[in-house]
């Protein structure tokens, strides 16, 4: 077990303005702590030379005169760092903020500078925002007071919260997590708890709940011969109109629902394709409430068993609309919808590749780094997260997590070229395989222009690997896109970088085969890797060839 620094401080730091290289401090503040209660405390007043912003003034209740009485702001930084010693300094988004300021106004520092949003990172993965505004909010339903000391108080009641938050972990997580800080030499070990004797980098698989085995995922053909017939199910127009009409169920939920007379149109000719299975194209002017339009006969069709209804969007902002706003006030109006957002396979992590970059961490032989965050950091942020998602969408990563492990990140999220579809052995407990059957099971399924088109090709090249369940309507909403999205969607691009990338992974020194080699295998095995080596040497003179020789600059 390594040894925590000696004495642990919160810095809080105010200043004129967010740009860490323009910003001047105008107050600094730090708790010295002691069994994770505060022992001691100093804060400082600085004069920037500059006026101080009203906003800033009226929120911290301070004046402009309190401010023409401090210190420096070098004297206030200096000060500060002296009152900490050399002990180890935590601050919330300590490397944008806090550490720049210190360089600027050469305020020496010799203990480390730690950033509690890693803290928040690993103790509540689930949370969308770690920001400090959000945490006070989220964690204790306060706000920042934009007083230093007490905005120093209040980190320290969040990192109780957090502490809190950290215990409800399964312990198998909690475990695995240590093990990779304290390979890590990561100074939130002592923090959190203590190193030795943790397992080293498990996949934590058994702790993502499998699937139920006896309900397979429906094929097109099976989902198409349960709807035989289903074609003569009509939905009657007035049925609709008194879903939408001022005096209908959607009315009395919503107090602001309006009849609107182009609402009406568009939903009866919408109704009447449906009916018809025929194909219509509606433009409508802004507000006049579309998506109720075609959302209200197509759940009545799918009410009366002709659904799934496919909903393909091109903004993220009108998915979360249909998903958070519309479809739950449907469902309420109709007593039961059900419904689910459907993503490109992309974005769900690959539990196979997941568990394999484990196993290579267990071997000391990462295969996949990326960036300066060591593995065993980035391990300690994924599996905090793996633990709690009960989706594996990777978009709900944080943020600024997501953009630091950018390259793993992109490197373990599950691809319909190198998905081994039925043969995983991670099938069972696929996040992809999850978000298919939900869909594949829900009534209405929201998706976007890119994984609608995607699946075209997708259907005829990998049939198995396809995410969309088989419909029987569709709606193209924010059509205008579909063009340019069919563009990008179906257009093949190679790269000599990629070829490169492909082959790396394949017979490079980490690669595949050279993993396997080191696998005790039986003479086929052997011929196996042989042929395999044989074959990805071809491909490299034919890659070299194409870029080199066919393919000029
Ligand atoms: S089935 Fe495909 S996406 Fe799912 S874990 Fe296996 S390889 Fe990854």
């Not at 007043?45 to 912003?53: E, T």
């Not at 500060?80 to 944008?96: N, S, T, V, W």
């Not at 409800?168 to 997590?177: K, L, V």
């Not at 490197?411 to 696929?430: F, I, K, N, T, V």
Request: net charge negative; with cysteine; aromatic share 6%.
């Amino acid at each position: 077990m390594r040894k925590g620094p000696e004495d642990y401080f919160i810095l809080e730091i105010i200043t004129t303005g967010p740009d860490p290289q323009t910003a001047i401090p105008l107050e600094a503040a730090a708790l010295r702590l002691s069994g994770g209660e505060e022992a001691e405390s100093l804060s400082v007043l600085a004069d920037p030379g500059v006026p101080v912003s009203a906003c800033l003034l009226e929120r911290s209740g301070r004046s402009e005169e309190d401010f023409r009485q401090g210190l420096t702001p070098a004297e206030a930084l200096s000060a500060i760092c002296q009152f900490m010693r050399g002990g180890a300094a935590l601050a919330h988004d300590a490397a944008e903020m806090e550490s720049v300021l210190l360089e600027r106004f050469r305020a020496t520092h010799a203990g480390p500078l730690l950033d509690t949003r890693e803290l928040a990172w690993l103790a509540a993965p689930y949370l969308r925002d770690h920001s400090l505004h959000s945490l006070a909010a989220s964690l204790l339903g306060e706000t920042p007071t934009w007083k230093a000391l007490d905005d120093a108080r209040l980190l320290l009641r969040i990192l109780a919260r957090l502490s809190e938050a950290w215990k409800e972990n399964p312990a198998r997580t909690r475990r695995a997590i240590l093990g990779a800080l304290d390979e890590a030499q990561s100074p939130w070990l002592s923090f959190l708890g203590k190193g030795g004797g943790h397992p080293l980098f498990p996949d934590l698989a058994e702790l993502i709940p499998s699937l139920d085995r006896g309900k397979p995922f429906p094929s097109g053909a099976s989902a198409r011969d349960e709807g035989a017939g289903l074609d003569e199910v009509k939905v009657n127009p007035e049925e609709v109109s008194s879903l939408l009409g001022p005096r209908g169920p959607l009315a009395a939920l919503r107090p602001d629902h309006e009849g609107r007379p182009q609402q009406a149109a568009m939903a009866e000719a919408v109704a009447s394709a449906m009916n018809d299975a025929a194909f219509l194209v509606v433009e409508a002017g802004t507000g006049i409430g579309k998506s109720l339009a075609y959302l209200a006969p197509g759940v009545l069709h799918c009410a009366a068993g002709k659904g799934p209804l496919l909903v393909s969007t091109y903004t993220r902002h009108l998915q979360e609309q249909l998903f958070h706003r519309d479809l739950p006030l449907l469902a309420r109006a109709l007593g039961s919808l059900d419904y689910c957002l459907l993503k490109g396979r992309n974005n769900y992590l690959c539990l196979r590749k997941w568990s394999e970059w484990c196993r290579s961490l267990r071997e000391g032989n990462p295969t996949l780094e990326f960036g300066e965050t060591p593995s065993s950091l980035s391990y300690a942020f994924l599996a905090s997260w793996i633990s709690r998602t009960t989706s594996g969408d990777l978009e709900e990563i944080p943020l600024l997590l997501h953009l630091r492990l950018q390259g793993l990140i992109g490197a373990l999220a599950s691809g319909h070229e190198d998905c081994l579809r039925p043969h995983c052995r991670m099938q069972s407990r696929c996040w992809v395989e999850r978000a298919r059957r939900l869909a594949a099971s829900s009534q209405v399924v929201v998706i976007n222009h890119a994984l609608l088109l995607s699946q075209a090709w997708v259907a005829e090249s990998a049939p198995g690997n396809a995410v969309l369940p088989d419909f029987r309507l569709l709606v193209v909403d924010e059509a205008h896109h579909l063009e340019d999205v069919a563009t990008e969607a179906l257009t093949l691009s190679v790269s000599l970088r990629d070829c490169l990338k492909s082959l790396e992974e394949t017979v490079g020194p980490r690669g595949i085969l050279a993993r396997c080699g080191r696998l005790s295998l039986d003479q086929e095995g052997m011929n196996m890797i042989s042929e395999a080596h044989r074959e990805s040497e071809e491909a490299a003179h034919e890659v070299e060839e194409l870029f080199f020789e066919r393919v000029r600059p």
